[in-house]
């Protein structure tokens, strides 16, 4: 049964949008609804076509010269009444390389490629971006596909695990942009589920670990003595306590560690099964690794994810270990967080510790990861059983539909979000 009623009320209270879909917006969520989703046990997979039009990019968003870096953190820090003065404290990433984060340009190339994939298979489907925090901001690309005649649109995060901002905030952010653009009732959006676990996204890092193990074999380093840190951006635990829905014990870190663990499990287990499918290479040994996190911020009082990727190296470099590999399991393309906090500063730990220090690529614009996400795209146009869809986890895959209470923000509660069950 699907319920659909997407427009404001006069007094703009709750607003329920296609509950088979469990989407919603409204400053405040309507008892109705509630009821409705209960009585109705909307599911969390979609298994039923679905004449999606047009896809969404939504990103991150970069700054693009000097003069943008101070207004792009402004608006990543809004409503937090941080000064400038601390602002561009923050901002020395940025200036290194020119005020120039690389993200858009990245985003640019995966629309492209995107863009690309889907005509190949013939889908039609045009696909626009928008980003969060610069230019293009996300109500523009919202705007600019209904004004070509979009209404049923399905939003892709270039963000692959569960938390406040790497997953319920984009939702939020396209709840935003139909309030912005005077949307609701007008168009759709549903959002792509987190895909950790996807085969197009797991495969360039099992790639890149496998290149990189090779090349350290090459260099005559023992694999014994080696260390893959596999990482990701840290998060306050609070957050991470309430990544996923709220109904599951997820271990410490929530959700979001939850999947970066199983992920970097099979990544690891899948490398080491193709080395040592190669006879050339000899005897293979089980090489240690560990989940870390980095890029963590906010006061030195709040507890964030631990440990640190620099002290990690540094720990395992007095361990005996002889070199790291650095896989950003946690990123899609190679932006800021990667050049600096990797490229550059654990680096620099590894260069201090006299260790070797090679880092893996990110799935970028790599063709087994965009073909991936098109199959992503495809499975909820053609409602594919959650049974027959391929993940690499026993965690996947994730839901379409969020459940309650998944991923709230500590800091400013619930709002209204798109595909998902309030609150």
Not at 154 to 165: E, M, P
Not at 362 to 388: C, F, H, M, Q, W
Request: proline share 6%.
């Amino acid at each position: 049964m699907t319920i659909t009623n997407n427009k404001l009320d006069e007094h703009g209270k709750a607003v329920v949008v296609d509950l088979v879909d469990g989407t919603y917006a409204g400053e405040q969520f309507a008892r109705a609804a509630t009821d409705t989703a209960q009585q109705f046990a909307v599911p969390g997979h979609v298994e039923q076509p679905v004449a999606y039009d047009a896809v969404i990019l939504a990103g991150f968003g970069g700054p693009e010269g000097q003069d943008d870096v101070i207004p792009f953190l402004r608006n990543v820090t809004r409503g937090r009444g941080i000064p400038d003065e601390r602002l561009e404290e923050v901002a020395h990433h940025y200036r290194h390389f020119g005020g120039v984060s690389p993200i858009n340009e990245q985003n640019r190339q995966l629309q492209k490629a995107l863009q690309a994939e889907a005509d190949r298979r013939g889908l039609g489907l045009p696909i626009y971006w928008g980003n969060r925090n610069w230019d293009p901001y996300l109500p523009e690309a919202v705007q600019q596909a209904y004004d070509d005649g979009h209404r049923t649109v399905l939003g892709l995060a270039t963000s692959a695990y569960s938390s406040f901002s790497s997953c319920r905030q984009y939702r939020e952010d396209f709840a935003k942009a139909l309030d912005a653009t005077g949307l609701w009732g007008e168009m759709r959006i549903d959002k792509v589920g987190q895909f950790f676990d996807s085969p197009g996204f797991v495969a360039p890092f099992v790639t890149g670990v496998v290149d990189a193990l090779r090349d350290l074999i090459a260099r005559g380093s023992d694999l014994a003595t080696a260390r893959v840190l596999f990482a990701t951006h840290s998060i306050p635990t609070s957050d991470a306590e309430r990544s996923g829905p709220r109904d599951v014990d997820w271990g410490e870190g929530g959700a979001y560690a939850a999947q970066h663990t199983a992920v970097s499990e099979v990544i690891m287990a899948k490398a080491l099964a193709e080395l040592r499918a190669d006879e050339t290479l000899g005897e293979i040994p089980d090489v240690e690794w560990q989940l870390v996190y980095q890029s963590r911020s906010g006061p030195p009082t709040q507890p964030w994810l631990e440990p640190d990727i620099n002290d990690a190296i540094a720990d395992h470099a007095t361990a005996g270990a002889t070199a790291i590999v650095m896989v950003p399991v946690g990123f899609v393309s190679d932006h800021m967080e990667v050049m600096w906090d990797l490229d550059t500063e654990a680096m620099e730990t590894c260069e201090e510790h006299g260790v070797i220090g090679l880092r893996v690529p990110t799935p970028g614009v790599d063709p087994v990861y965009v073909s991936g996400l098109i199959d992503l795209v495809e499975e909820r146009l053609t409602g594919t059983a959650k049974n027959d869809r391929v993940r690499e986890t026993e965690l996947g895959p994730w839901y379409d539909v969020c459940r309650p209470g998944c991923c709230e923000n500590v800091r400013a509660g619930f709002k209204p979000a798109i595909s998902g069950l309030q609150p």
